[in-house]
Each structure stands twice: as structure tokens, then as C-alpha cells.
């Protein structure tokens, strides 16, 4: 099992900039963890990846050159800087991992197997 707790959401200013983390307890031999979000209405979207043995790193379009996913030495902690937010950024922001996900799944939500509860970031116009 792995425990997944996302925290840093909250209402900005578009231009402005938030903080993700999402910490990671139990058995925490993920292939893959990422970052997802799903406004009211839509299907959940990738926002970005990172291949944890080899820290590659996968942004979707709309997000790349404005947002930075890391992890800290640990390796129990992946965040998501946001920058230069948009109205059209606001959704609820899920972490996800995945114990055998492959590259050709890493962008999909059915390559995870644990999901933490998410967080909503709100971006005001």
C-alpha cells in the first residue's frame, strides 16, 4: 500500500505562483509518480510525471515552461511549482503512483494504482 497526501493548494492571482507537495509513505517502489487535475465538468488530465529511477521528466503542453515537478533526496516527496498561473489552471490537483507503469502509460490516469485525495487550487482572473 502506498499513502499519498497532497498539500500547497489554495486560491492566487493569475501571474502568481503555488507550491504542490505530495508525501508518499508505505511501500513506496513506484516505477512512475505524477501529477493530475480535474476541473468541474472535465475528465482528469496529466499535468506531469517523473520516473523515479531515473528522475526523467513529462509535462503536458499546456503546462510545459510554466511548471517544475521535483522530488526531494528522500524520495518521499514529490512537488509541483506552478508558475505564471492561469484561470484555466484551476482544478483539483491529485498525485498518483504507479508501481508498473511504462512510459507509454505515464501521461494516462489507469497507469496509477494510488491516488491521494487531491487539492484545489483556485486561480482568480
Known amino acids: 500500500q502506498v499513502q499519498l497526501v497532497e498539500s500547497g493548494g489554495g486560491l492566487v492571482q493569475a501571474g502568481g505562483s503555488l507550491r504542490l507537495s505530495c508525501a508518499a509513505s508505505?511501500?513506496?517502489?513506484?516505477?512512475?509518480m505524477a501529477w493530475f487535475r480535474q476541473a468541474p465538468g472535465k475528465e482528469r488530465e496529466f499535468v506531469s510525471a517523473i520516473r523515479w529511477s531515473g528522475g526523467q521528466l513529462y509535462y503536458a503542453d499546456a503546462v510545459k515552461g510554466r511548471f517544475t515537478i521535483s522530488r526531494d533526496n528522500a524520495k518521499t516527496t514529490v512537488f509541483l511549482q506552478m508558475n505564471s498561473l492561469k484561470p484555466e489552471d484551476s482544478a483539483v490537483y491529485y498525485c498518483?503512483?504507479?508501481?508498473?507503469?511504462?512510459?507509454?502509460?505515464?501521461?494516462?490516469?489507469?497507469?496509477?494504482?494510488?491516488w491521494g485525495q487531491g487539492t484545489q487550487v483556485t486561480v482568480s482572473s
Open positions: 498518483a503512483a504507479g508501481l508498473r507503469t511504462i512510459l507509454s502509460e505515464a501521461s494516462n490516469p489507469r497507469g496509477y494504482d494510488y
Open positions: 508505505g511501500h513506496t517502489g513506484s516505477r512512475y
